[in-house]
T-cell receptor
Framework: GQQLNQSPQSMFIQEGEDVSMNCTSSSIFNTWLWYKQDPGEGPVLLIALYKAGELTSNGRLTAQFGITRKDSFLNISASIPSDVGIYFCAGQRYNTDKLIFGTGTRLQVFP | GAVVSQHPSWVICKSGTSVKIECRSLDFQATTMFWYRQFPKQSLMLMATSNEGSKATYEQGVEKDKFLINHASLTLSTLTVTSAHPEDSSFYIC?????????FGPGTRLTVT
């Protein structure tokens, strides 16, 4: 099935640093979503974006819906140890509930 | 609110046997539920869309006779892996749709020996 491309694949950062990751697609989406998955758990929604150009924050997290509707990025500021996990983007097309997930970015935070 | 549970959380079965996984929306009704499969260090891949009272819609490449889905009520969908083989070993995750958001279950780890 189709997947969205996420980069970087993994990140190893020190506590307190800012993190940036992005997600790209060859086709457009009407909704972009960002999820975090802890080991052995299901994904949890962090941020949802519904309009091209939209910039949305949730605490230390900020995400943007790309103008072309083919990409999105997620920033995490002042990382903390509990930010460790896998971050997935997901795209949703118009008139469907189906989600297409990205390849994931694995984040490791060192104290 | 919007809690989704799965049972069992993990299961080990022998090759050739069948195993059933349940997905429940605990505090809301969901006419649509989704089943995903996630192999180690990979992303979630949608297997099928389950609609209450009707047949599931399977994604391309997913064998509907092998992965039987039943959505008999607005709070329960089941996935039965029939004649399981080691290559079916994976993490199976369901989600339930509430308005415009999918809420994910904690997943079921299936190991086929």
């Amino acid at each position: 099935g189709q997947q969205l491309n996420q980069s970087p694949q993994s990140m190893f950062i020190q506590e307190g640093e800012d993190v940036s990751m992005n997600c790209t697609s060859s086709s457009i989406f009407n909704t972009w979503l960002w999820y975090k998955q802890d080991p052995g758990e299901g994904p949890v929604l962090l941020i949802a974006l519904y309009k091209a150009g939209e910039l949305t924050s949730n605490g230390r997290l900020t995400a943007q819906f790309g103008i072309t509707r083919k990409d999105s990025f997620l920033n995490i500021s002042a990382s903390i140890p509990s930010d460790v996990g896998i971050y997935f983007c997901a795209g949703q097309r118009y008139n469907t509930d189906k989600l297409i997930f990205g390849t994931g970015t694995r984040l490791q935070v060192f104290p | 609110g919007a809690v989704v549970s799965q049972h069992p959380s993990w299961v080990i079965c022998k090759s050739g046997t069948s195993v059933k996984i349940e997905c429940r929306s605990l505090d809301f009704q969901a006419t649509t539920m989704f089943w995903y499969r996630q192999f180690p260090k990979q992303s979630l891949m949608l297997m099928a869309t389950s609609n209450e009272g009707s047949k599931a819609t399977y994604e391309q490449g997913v064998e509907k006779d092998k992965f039987l889905i039943n959505h008999a009520s607005l709070t329960l969908s089941t996935l039965t892996v029939t004649s399981a083989h080691p290559e079916d070993s994976s993490f199976y995750i369901c989600s339930a749709q509430l308005v415009d958001e999918q809420y994910f279950g904690p997943g079921t780890r299936l190991t086929v020996t």
